[in-house]
């Protein structure tokens, strides 16, 4: 296991936050009220990441990046398969009443564009404000990908990079549409970034111990 049960947690602390302070701005851009369900993070190196998401190995990828730099470097990028963002382009359209004459795919290109903006500079914002790490990051890219192109994109560089996976579900009333963040950096930069966040959850949980990242492949 690459992170410890504590240092999980206080991922998952630092990221719900993260989504409460992002939920105000996604409901009033889709229209309707929509929470963001408890996420689950997992961390592998990129090299393994074919594996994780193999059950997108076929699919169209909807995916809004952002390229991030300062005292961490990265990339960051909101993802969901072909189902999932069809899902959300059809809750989309119904509730705003689109139809072909609105223009509508250009009207979807910038929701998308604008809905992972908010995710992922709700979590990176969160770097500067909670955890004292300057960083900044790029104007949103929206690309529809395959989980191969994509892959071959995140392993170019010439360096062992992880990646932090975060899970979750939105919920617009009853329906619901699942996506992930991931969060891919190098070694030296997961060192900082875990040892900001263990600093951060020390200060909420001074009766934890101090744990330490384990990067075995």
């Known amino acids: 296991m690459l992170l410890s049960e504590q240092q999980k947690d206080a991922l998952i602390k630092f990221i719900s936050i993260a989504f409460d302070h992002s939920t105000i ?52 990028l909101w993802l969901l398969n072909y189902n999932n963002a069809a899902k959300l382009m059809d809750l989309f359209r119904d509730y ?41 990051f790029s104007m949103p890219i929206l690309h529809l990908q395959k989980l191969n192109t994509l892959l071959d994109f995140l392993n170019s560089k010439n360096e062992l990079r992880y990646a932090i996976i975060i899970r979750t579900t939105l919920y617009l009333y009853e329906n619901s549409v699942n996506s ?13 970034l875990i ?19 384990s990067l075995n492949p």
Do not use: R
């Not at 592998?44 to 990046?65: R, Y």
């Not at 963040?181 to 900082?192: D, N």
């Not at 040892?195 to 990242?213: F, H, Y």
């Open 96 to 136: 705003h009443k689109l139809n072909q004459e609105n223009n509508y795919l250009h009207i979807y290109y910038e929701m998308f564009t604008e809905f992972g903006n908010i995710l992922l500079n709700a979590c990176m914002g969160m770097f500067n404000k909670i955890l004292d790490l300057q960083v900044y």
């Open 180 to 192: 992930y963040i991931l969060l891919v950096v190098g070694v030296p930069s997961l060192y900082q």
């Open 25 to 76: 701005s996604l409901s009033e851009l889709v229209g309707v009220p929509l929470h963001l369900d408890s996420p689950e993070v997992y961390l592998h190196p990129v090299c393994s990441l074919a594996t994780h998401f193999s059950d997108f190995a076929n699919d169209d990828l909807t995916i809004v990046s952002q390229i991030f730099k300062g005292c961490i470097s990265g990339n960051v």
């Open 195 to 213: 040892k900001a966040i263990e600093t951060w959850a020390e200060l909420l949980m001074p009766n934890q111990p101090a744990q330490t990242v």
